[in-house]
């Protein structure tokens, strides 16, 4: 049910005061940075990117505002004004009452994982995502995949692929009741599925089912207000409400959530843990002064609370969103009408392109994934990043490598920072390696990290 798109268009609801230049390289040039990288996008250095698509964490471009109140940072150690404007700010939009800060979002996940976690308890998850189910494994909990199966299916059009399967639920409590699960930790929209929404109506009764089973939800709400924008866009019902409802409506159906705000709220660093359980927060409270810092500061300067409060504010504004998730859509579409295999829908973040569909001849054990990405690389100096079996890492029971059934490189489009000329310059340099693509060879992997290997593993290429 999408709403009609307008025929006019419609620019960004901003305007550019401040710039920042980005070099140019040459093709021989890059082939011999990404050889000195490993083949690891992570390993480059960010001068050596001309359109840096690796991540839009911490990327964002923040607003005068931000940066006015940057400048009103209280640095005092305890109690500071900052962190009272982003208590005011999380629970006036996200509607959770005790709030406490962390430096970014595995913090809150650290934090949550190990009080709510109990060895050998499973965390249903709508499909997993690198930190948070390493936190949970850490903790001695066992991570199940609840999403449904249209999220693993790279060419299928669901529009809610983000949401969760109940019967995946219902089978964790016929096997071993619902004592045995810590809680539902659910994430609008599913970074791993390529930026996929839930739908209000999934969520509704994903939360009926808990309550029945009286188990928590959590949501990882790095990414809540984009799986907002598609619930106004796709869903019955929403199309009259303001995204700032919507995701007020969403967070109401869970106890809590843990944040990275350097995603949705707009800045370079910075998280937060938010509940209304009273108990949880008293212990996090506690746990936050020996890992991160005092409950009122948790890891952040006062400058950058405030430059999350702010955000906060701003990443609700209806125009806002909209543009951010349309410029997304630009890309994919053009990588779409122009036959490059991608994850369909086009997601709120990041463009996917599906990379066994795009190198069909080069086998999983030879990542096709991490060698589409140095080839866009060397190819145009755009970076992406590898989503696939690297990324998905090994079981820690056999031993064996995680084998998920998506393999992608995402394209992720950071925050405010860039325009529709650079997405046409990726776009063309997609289509043109689509062209080419019988050139581009497997890779070996020669250094593997134990965990989170995807970060700075080592491969050299295949002849
Ligand atoms: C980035 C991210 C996190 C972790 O947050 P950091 O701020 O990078 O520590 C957790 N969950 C999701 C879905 C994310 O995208």
């Known amino acids: 049910m999408e709403k009609a798109v307008k025929s006019r268009t419609v620019a960004e609801p901003y305007k550019i005061k401040m710039v920042e230049t980005i070099k140019t390289t040459t093709p021989d040039y890059r082939s011999w940075a990404i050889r000195e990288a490993g083949y690891n996008t992570f390993l480059l250095r960010s001068e050596d990117v001309y359109i840096d698509l690796l991540t839009d964490s911490g990327t964002s471009a923040m607003s005068d505002n931000q940066w006015a109140g940057m400048m009103l940072g209280d640095e005092s150690y305890a109690g500071a004004r900052n962190f009272y404007n982003l ?41 997993y995502f690198t930190t948070t189910r390493e936190h949970a494994e850490r903790a001695g909990g066992t991570f199940v995949d609840c ?35 810590a809680y539902l930790s659910i994430a609008p929209s599913v970074n791993m599925a390529g930026g996929q929404p839930m739908s209000m109506a999934n969520l509704r009764e994903v939360s009926e089912w808990a309550r029945a089973h009286q188990v928590a939800i959590i949501f990882d709400a790095t990414r809540a207000v984009e799986n907002a924008y598609f619930i106004q866009r796709r869903e019955a019902g929403y199309a009259d409400k303001t995204v700032r409802d919507i995701l007020r409506e969403m967070m109401s159906y869970g106890e809590g959530c843990t944040m990275s705000s350097k995603k949705d709220n707009l800045v370079n660093i910075g998280g937060f843990l938010a509940t209304n359980n009273e108990q949880f927060a008293t212990a996090a409270k506690e746990m936050v002064v020996i890992f991160e810092g005092l409950h009122t500061y948790g890891g952040m300067a006062g400058r950058d609370m405030e430059a999350v409060a702010r955000g906060i504010y701003e990443m609700v504004d209806d125009a806002y969103i909209a543009s951010r998730v349309q410029q997304v859509e630009y890309l994919g579409g053009r990588l779409r009408d122009a036959g490059v295999p991608v994850v369909l829908p086009i997601g709120g973040h990041a463009v996917f392109l599906d990379a066994r569909r795009f190198l069909p001849d080069i086998p999983d054990d030879q990542f096709q994934a991490q060698s589409l ?5 060397v190819d145009s100096g755009v970076r992406g990043m590898e989503r696939g079996m690297v990324s998905a890492g090994r079981d820690p029971v056999t031993g064996d490598h995680h084998r998920p059934k998506l393999s992608l490189v995402r394209l992720t489009i950071p925050r405010r920072a860039y325009t529709n000329l650079h997405m046409d310059v990726v776009a063309e340099s997609c289509i043109a390696l689509h062209r080419e693509r019988d050139k581009i060879r497997g890779l070996r992997m020669v250094h593997e990290p134990r965990s989170l290997r995807f970060f700075q593993a080592r491969f050299e290429l295949l002849d």
């Open 147 to 181: 999403i449904v199966d249209e999220a693993h299916d790279a060419a299928s059009e669901f529009p809610f692929k983000g949401n969760v399967d109940l019967a995946k639920l219902r089978r964790i409590v016929d096997e071993h009741g619902a004592d045995s699960i």
């Open 373 to 377: 990405a140095a080839h866009l690389y």
């Open 87 to 127: 208590e005011r700010a999380v629970r006036e939009i996200y509607g959770f009452q005790h709030v406490i800060p962390t430096h970014q979002g595995r913090a809150a996940e650290h934090i949550t994982s190990q009080l709510r976690i109990e060895p050998g308890q499973f965390v249903p998850m709508n499909m």
